[in-house]
Each structure stands twice: as C-alpha cells, then as structure tokens.
C-alpha cells in the first residue's frame, strides 16, 4: 500500500511539473507578442497556477493540483535548477564589462545601488508596523530594511542581456554601459546579501558570528588557491585532443552542487557556493566547453528553473491584499522606480549623455526579473519577509521588468553584434535563451573566432 502511495505521490510531482512547462511555454508565446521576455511569462505562469487566479475558481483547483504536502518536493527539485542557474551566472561572468567605460560605469552603478537601497530603507521604515512579525516571531527593523533596500537595488543582469539582445541595443553605447553598471551593481548587492545571511544565520552572539565569517573567507581562499586550478587541471584533462569527454558535465555539475553544500553548512546560502564555483570555473578551451557543457547545463536549467517560479507563484496571493495592500505595494512601485530611474539616468546624464539616452539606461537597469526572485525567496526561507510583502515585492519585480521595453523612447541608436564588439553565444535567462558578450574581448574574437560563455550577474 505504502508503494502504491509513494507511487502516487511520484506521478502527481510529474504531472505538476508537466503543467508547469505546459503553461509556462503557451504564456511564454504569448507574450514575446508583447515584446517581453521569457522571464516575464514564466513568473505569470507561477502567479496564474497560484491562489492569486487558478485558487480563486471553486474546488481548490490550486491545492488539487499542487497538493499542499507535495510541494516541498517541487521545492527540492527547483532548487537543482536554481543551483545550476547560479552556477551558469557566476561562470559567464565578465569582467571585461568592468574595464571599460571606468568612470561612468561606477558612477552608474554606486548611485543605481545607493539610491535605491536608501529608499528602501525609507520604505521599510513606512511598512515595517504591518510586516514586523513573521510566523509568530519578531523581525528586526534593520534585517527587514535590508532585505527590502537589496530587493530595491537590484538588477536582473540576466533578462537584462536578453532585453539588449531583443532591441539591438547590445552593441550601443546604451546597451553596454547599462550592461556593465548592472554587473557591478549586483556584485555590491550580492556581497551585501550574504554579509546580512550570516549576520541573520549567526544568531549564537558575536562569537558565532565570527565563526560563520571565518569558515567563509577560509571557503574564499580555498576556492581561489584550491579549486580553481585544480579545476584547471580537470578542465584540461577531460578536453584532451579536442574532445570532451563524458564524465566532463556529471563532474562538474558535482561541484557546483558540492561547493553549494559547502556554504549552505557554513551558515551562507547554497546559492553562493554554486555562484562562486562558476566564478573559478575556466573559460578554456571555449568552443568546446560552450557545445559540451554549457549547452546541456543551460538545457536543464530550461526544464528545471520554471518549476521555481510555480513554487514561488504558489506564495503569490494578490487577492489577500486588500485597499491597504494595494497602497502599500504603490509606495513599493514608486520608491522602486525612482530609485533607479533617477539612480541611474542622472549620472549617466553628468557623463555626457543625452537625457533621451540617459532615461534609457535607468529605464533599462530598472528591471529585476529572476534575481530578485532569488532574493525574495531566501527573505522568506529566512522568515524575514511575510506573504503579503513577498507578493507586494514579487508583483515589483513583475512590473519593473515589463515595463522595460514598452517604455523604452523611440530612435535610440540600434546595432547589432555583441556588447564593447565582443562575440556572443546563447546563455539563459531564467529558463531562455540570450546572448551575451565573451570573456575574452574583441581581441580574443579576433585570433579565436569561437563563441563561448560569458558574463552576467
């Protein structure tokens, strides 16, 4: 009997993630009409199948198909998409985005994370009374600001490529220097992400504390002294002859996984340690670990990360919201937009762009999409943020990428080719396709000709 049952419980999880692909593809279509990205179709598939409309027609159609004591199973597998996700983004990271165009680049960048994380706070600081209790505990003022000036700083590097991509702003001055800031930007919000982890994590007292930040900067040092090059002799060997072989894509998706254990047990975050991992993972031999790594990764990612936003829709209830709801993710909107509307487009304005093109940079670094869901999530596997505010700060995301495209002013330069002229290769966004520029530069391109991964934040 307990066979049949497990049985059951096995084919229910498939099914459901078979909806999920089902009608994240059809919603997927539907609005690339609309000019938005697929991230945009996958988040409203997770909202549509969640309470907020699937939950409103009669007979719990919602808890039908995703039963309540099976999500935790969901979860578990989103989470294998989600680690691989972030392994890909700390591996096509580029750090070539970062030496180009210095001045404006951090100038963009300081004010499109400072500002914006200062109105946060100030948001918080409004909200704070409704959402300082969570599941029955009390939040602290200041993790709860925190978390709420991170969310409001970021942006979605990924749909980000993949929206300069679409409107041929990749290779405009535009493009790349919203491109860049936002690389830099979100490196700040990450470290910042996981000092506020291990201070929320390390609740033992100072002692703990410094523990937990000890193991990390030991875990940094041996990353970078340890698992990089023997990462490089690995790489080296299993590509020998100009062939990959089979054992190249279980290994190092192994350690991905490994290193994300490694900082979920130190008190970080799992989604650290596979970031850090594609961080020290080679970028050589190019071609061939675009065809025999990158592409089957970035194909389970595709199959894989969709069921994450259906885990997170299944949390999104607009409907609970309420007038005083709907108020409060208004100040949400506003101090999210302004933030880096006025964070990003007025220090590209002081670096001799034209205000047309300035709107179009802080229009551009205005949408969050998938890293901000990421973000999101750890807040509520934290308990710092409460439903209501996670579907306040979800429906934020939602919009501030939408937005994006539709708003973009007429005329901007277009042209097509890679970012600072570098080649490009399709890498994910969420769970789509986009193209973003190779690590190696202009002059790589030049002796290599190969389009290989490369970098987004």
């Not at 200041?142 to 702003?169: C, E, K, N, Q």
């Not at 097509?416 to 973003?436: E, K």
Request: charged share 10%; net charge neutral.
């Amino acid at each position: 009997m307990d066979s049949v049952h497990s049985d059951l419980k096995v084919a229910i999880v498939v099914a459901d993630i078979a909806i999920v692909l089902i009608v994240g593809s059809l919603l997927v279509m539907l609005l690339r009409r609309l000019k938005q990205p697929p991230v945009i179709g996958e988040i409203t598939a997770g909202i549509v199948l969640g309470p907020s409309i699937l939950g409103l027609l009669p007979g719990d159609v919602t808890g039908f198909l995703f039963p309540v004591e099976l999500r935790p199973h969901l979860s578990m597998i989103s989470q294998v998409g989600l680690l691989l996700f972030m392994f890909l983004v700390g591996w096509e990271f580029n750090s070539q985005l970062l030496k180009s165009r210095s001045g404006a680049i951090a100038s963009v960048s300081l004010w499109a994370f400072v500002l914006p994380f200062a109105l946060g706070l100030g948001t918080a600081a409004l909200l704070y009374e409704r959402h300082d209790v969570v599941d029955g505990e009390h939040v602290s003022f200041w993790y709860f600001a925190a978390f709420l000036g991170i969310a409001m700083s970021i942006t979605a590097f990924p749909v980000l490529a993949r929206i300069l991509h679409d409107t041929r702003l990749a290779g405009t001055r535009i493009g790349a220097l919203a491109l860049a800031s936002a690389a830099l930007e979100d490196v700040m919000a990450w470290i910042l992400l996981a000092v506020m982890v291990v201070g929320f994590t390390a609740s033992g007292g100072t002692t703990t504390l410094l523990t937990v930040l000890g193991l990390f900067l030991l875990y940094a040092l041996v990353m970078a002294l340890g698992v990089r090059p023997a990462l490089r002799w690995l790489v080296a060997r299993l590509t020998q002859g100009g062939k990959a072989s089979p054992f190249l894509v279980p290994l190092i998706a192994a350690g991905a996984f490994l290193s994300a254990y490694a900082t979920s047990w130190i008190g970080v975050h799992a989604i650290f340690g596979a970031f850090a991992f594609g961080l020290v993972m080679p970028r050589e031999p190019r071609a061939l670990l675009a065809e025999t790594l990158h592409t089957p990764l970035e194909s389970g990612t595709r199959l894989l990360l969709p069921i994450f936003f259906i885990v997170t829709g299944l949390s999104v209830d607009i409907s609970a919201l309420g007038w005083t709801g709907l108020g409060e993710l208004a100040i949400i909107m506003a101090a999210a937009c302004a933030g880096k509307l006025l964070g990003a487009t007025l220090p590209a304005k002081f670096s001799g762009m034209s205000w047309r093109d300035s709107y179009a940079v802080g229009l551009l670094m205005n949408t969050r999409g998938l890293t901000e869901l990421v973000i999101l999530n750890i807040g509520v596997s934290l308990g710092v943020l409460d439903g209501e505010m996670f579907t306040m700060m979800v429906l934020m995301a939602l919009i501030t990428t939408a937005m994006a495209v539709p708003l973009l002013p007429k005329g901007l330069p277009r042209a097509p080719g890679g970012l600072f002229d570098i080649p490009s290769v399709t890498v994910p966004s969420g769970a789509s396709a986009r193209r973003t520029p190779a690590p190696g530069g202009a002059t790589d391109a030049a002796t290599s000709g190969q389009e290989v991964p490369s970098g987004k934040s």
